[in-house]
């Protein structure tokens, strides 16, 4: 409930005022601070155009742990903002859907999906702090957004390549080709727990064609964000059946998301 000062921030209670550090610089009406008279400070880095804080140990902030999004900051590329919405479910439900990219032929029909998908399998490539996942569409029409955004007038060959990054960074490399055009495009996640069942989902858009087009910034800022508000009701009815311990079945375009959950346990159970 304070107001920022410059780099500093003053409390609008009594007016103490405290820097970036969280050290107390200035209590109205006296000269002596108390050394105690601190607030919690988070470190913080700028990058790629989005902001990352770091909420544990400041010891073991570590920059070189932040994803390589260059493409958001790049001058051959466009950035669409980053926007967030708040999702009633655990994080890693989101995790899971952006590496479980056959649902797009269901859930985001009328955008970005389309029922050639389930065609082609998917391979799933284990790193030591990455699982990759990749699937080529050959040969197919291109869903209806990608159609509009590349102007394609038949079939394309359209990659799904997901890289995920524990605990919750992914990059969705799509795109498609006919030969003579294509597109490439990536949405960027990064939800962030704030309960065990509530999560801000953070995420963003870069692409390569368009650029300076007014139209194709409307379509990734509003058409876009769209698709993304579409997995909402599945990810919170989903929330819904594990909190009423319903049971679950893995089935194969599990491999990747079940990865993910491995690697992630084995690095919270390294860190415990």
């Not at 009815?237 to 893995?250: G, L, T």
Request: aromatic letters at 10%.
């Amino acid at each position: 409930m304070g107001r920022l000062e410059g780099d500093e921030l003053r409390c609008s209670y009594h007016g103490l005022k405290f820097d970036a550090s969280g050290r107390c610089v200035e209590i109205p009406g006296q000269e002596t601070i108390p050394p105690q008279a601190r607030v919690r400070a988070f470190p913080l880095v700028e990058k790629f155009n989005w902001v990352w804080i770091w909420m544990g140990d400041p010891q073991r902030a570590d920059p070189a742990l932040i994803p390589n999004w260059w493409w958001a900051k790049h001058k051959d590329w466009a950035f669409t903002r980053p926007d967030m919405i708040p999702v009633r479910c655990h994080y890693q439900l989101i995790a899971d859907n952006v590496l479980d990219v056959t649902h797009l032929a269901y859930v985001h029909a009328s955008s970005i999906g389309s029922g050639s998908i389930v065609d082609f399998p998917a391979t799933v490539e284990r790193g030591e702090r990455m699982v990759k996942l990749t699937r080529w569409i050959r040969d197919r029409p291109p869903p209806p957004m990608y159609k509009e955004a590349g102007g394609f007038p038949g079939n394309v060959d359209r990659w799904q390549i997901v890289e995920h990054i524990p605990p919750c960074f992914s990059v969705n490399f799509a795109g498609c080709e006919d030969g003579e055009r294509r597109i490439d495009l990536m949405a960027l996640s990064a939800p962030t727990p704030e309960t065990e069942r509530r999560t801000h989902y953070f995420f963003g858009f870069v692409r390569n064609f368009g650029l300076g087009d007014p139209e194709k910034e409307r379509v990734f800022a509003e058409g876009m964000v769209k698709v993304f508000n579409e997995d909402i009701p599945i990810l919170e009815a989903q929330q819904r059946n594990m909190d009423a311990s319903r049971s679950r079945v893995d089935i194969a375009v599990d491999a990747a998301p079940l990865a993910a959950r491995r690697m992630l346990e084995a690095l919270l159970a390294k860190e415990r």
